[in-house]
């Protein structure tokens, strides 16, 4: 039965593969988007898969069968914690690490480098003795999830057209949502140790598609002083010829030269510069934002979640309804994200996902207090269905798409760095505080503080965030600048 699951597994993988393949070519209509879609796809779905891996694998690893249980003794509610929150805590490492290896020696091989900690993680968990190799193996976990986030959308900022750079940066949250949605589907039907080997194929394929295909960054080749091989890179990008390419390769040139000689490219030169400060406290409260949101707390926790709601549907089912939805919620915000515009997606994004939160604090509300609510039942996935959608339709993936806008590219990676770090230490803090907040103020006390924080988000979109929709860096320079045409 497993290795049936398994099977399938691929398949629905490599379907979708197809799919964002044929997407690429109806949609983007250039040649590097066809190897870019499938090789991102790779590890991102391992990092998404990393953020829902508790939701099946925590029941399991708490149970006291042993034909489901690998350990000699079941876990507890201290080291479950632990193991959801661990992968947060490398997560907050991760962009320092990956962004050290990305000004070192550029972004394509910090990917590859940062990647092997993924794979040795899941190795972990395919031999695991006890407890301590999952605790290790999600810290590992970790380390490679923040590098993705860190250093992929300022990868996707170099190698992107300004006309589709929106859409590229939101594949991440797409395939980030397959990842979570076949754990949900494969993780509750498979053992722990066949779970966690299937996780090791889909990395040894990225360094294979991605290593072998996709260039170097223009951007690092310049930076690097090998002008003709950023034409290279830009010819195949573009799928154009050198002198199709000769006033971008001029433009990144300018840009290279013109940071340069400037003394500082590090954070002192964000915090003397306006637009540089305005954009760093604006990316870094969209993710602020995202992670108060309660996001990572109800992905990890889905399945937890479905069985004390007492729902009618069962929590397995549930939690594969959301992971469903999730996928392809963040579809549409890839198509979306260059039609609407990023502020308005995070706007509607903030108000929906706040009132799904009030409507799901309610109905614990009302068990808390022993009313009867079996004519709810069906309020639970209706209201987290309501907020997966409108979740992944901005909050998702706007504050990555606008994070790879703001800045130029010599403080693009300290940015990328500071902000991916203020979005996994929240993130570390909010799964590992969860269960003791639930406990303490109730699952209806704890959605809606997240509720609360939305609401507040809403304001910070309104008065703060600008539009980016389209521009070049300088444009959205003089935005920040209060420089009018």
Same mark, same amino acid.
């Given at each position: 039965y497993s290795l049936n699951i398994s099977i399938v597994w691929f398949c629905i993988f490599y379907l979708l593969n197809i799919l964002l393949y044929y997407f690429s070519i109806c949609y983007l209509n250039k040649?590097?988007?066809?190897?870019?879609?499938?090789?991102?796809?790779?590890?991102?779905? #391992?990092?998404?898969?990393?953020?829902?891996?508790?939701? $099946?694998?925590?029941?399991?690893?708490?149970?006291?069968? $042993?034909?489901?249980?690998?350990?000699?003794? $079941?876990?507890?509610?201290?080291?479950?914690?632990?193991?959801?929150?661990?992968?947060?805590?490398?997560?907050?490492?991760?962009?320092?690490?990956?962004?050290? !290896?990305a000004g070192k020696f550029g972004k394509k091989k910090a990917l590859l480098?940062?990647?092997?900690?993924?794979?040795? #993680?899941?190795?972990? !968990?395919?031999?695991?003795?006890?407890?301590?190799?999952?605790?290790?193996?999600?810290f590992l976990m970790g380390l490679g999830v923040g590098t993705i986030f860190a250093v992929v959308p300022a990868y996707v900022g170099d190698i992107a057209e300004d006309r589709n750079r929106g859409t590229l940066c939101s594949v991440l949250g797409v395939c980030n949502s397959l990842g979570i949605l076949l754990m949900y589907i494969v993780g509750p039907f498979l053992s722990v140790r066949l779970f966690n080997f299937l996780n090791i194929i889909p990395l040894a394929l990225f360094y294979i598609i991605f290593g072998y295909f996709m260039p170097d960054s223009p951007y690092d080749a310049v930076k690097k002083g090998n002008r003709t091989y950023a034409e290279e890179i830009l010819m195949k990008l573009r799928g154009k010829s050198s002198g199709d390419v000769e006033k971008e390769l001029l433009y990144i040139t300018e840009i290279i030269e013109a940071n340069s000689n400037s003394v500082d490219n590090?954070?002192?030169?964000?915090?003397? #510069?306006?637009?540089?400060?305005?954009?760093?406290?604006?990316?870094?409260?969209?993710?602020?934002?995202?992670?108060?949101?309660?996001?990572?707390?109800?992905?990890?926790?889905?399945?937890?979640?479905?069985?004390?709601?007492?729902?009618?549907?069962?929590?397995?089912? #549930?939690?594969?309804?959301?992971?469903t939805v999730q996928l392809i919620s963040n579809s549409a915000s890839a198509q979306l994200v260059d039609v609407a515009g990023r502020?308005?997606?995070?706007?509607?994004?903030?108000?929906?996902?706040?009132?799904?939160?009030?409507?799901?604090?309610?109905?614990?509300?009302?068990?808390?207090?022993?009313?009867?609510?079996?004519?709810?039942?069906?309020? $639970?996935?209706t209201s987290l269905v309501i907020f997966i959608i409108s979740y992944n339709l901005g909050l998702a993936n706007m504050p990555w798409v606008v994070l790879s806008e703001l800045f130029p590219s010599n403080v693009k990676a300290i940015a990328s760095v500071i902000t991916s770090f203020s979005c996994f230490f929240l993130s570390f803090v909010i799964t590992m505080c969860f269960p003791f907040l639930s406990a303490s103020l109730g699952m209806?006390?704890?959605?809606?503080?997240?509720?609360?924080?939305?609401? !507040?988000?809403?304001v910070f979109c309104i008065t703060l965030l600008p539009e980016t929709k389209g521009k070049s860096v300088l444009e959205i320079k003089n935005i920040l600048d209060g420089v009018k045409k």
């Open positions: 040649h590097f988007t066809n190897i870019f879609f499938i090789s991102v796809n790779l590890i991102t779905f #391992s990092g998404g898969g990393s953020w829902s891996w508790t939701s $099946p694998m925590i029941p399991k690893l708490s149970s006291t069968d $042993p034909e489901i249980n690998p350990l000699p003794k $079941p876990t507890t509610t201290f080291e479950e914690s632990w193991i959801a929150a661990l992968m947060n805590l490398g997560a907050v490492i991760g962009p320092f690490a990956g962004g050290a !290896c480098i940062m990647a092997l900690p993924m794979m040795a #993680s899941h190795i972990l !968990c395919t031999i695991a003795l006890n407890v301590y190799f999952f605790l290790a193996a999600r590090g954070l002192s030169a964000i915090l003397k #510069s306006k637009s540089l400060t305005k954009g760093l406290i604006i990316s870094n409260g969209l993710m602020l934002f995202q992670q108060l949101s309660g996001i990572c707390a109800v992905l990890g926790y889905m399945q937890s979640i479905f069985e004390v709601s007492g729902s009618s549907i069962p929590p397995i089912y #549930s939690a594969m309804i959301i992971g502020k308005m997606l995070l706007i509607i994004s903030h108000v929906f996902s706040g009132i799904s939160l009030v409507a799901l604090g309610a109905y614990f509300f009302l068990k808390q207090l022993d009313q009867n609510v079996d004519f709810l039942g069906w309020l $639970p996935i209806a006390g704890s959605f809606w503080v997240f509720a609360i924080f939305l609401t !507040c988000g809403f």
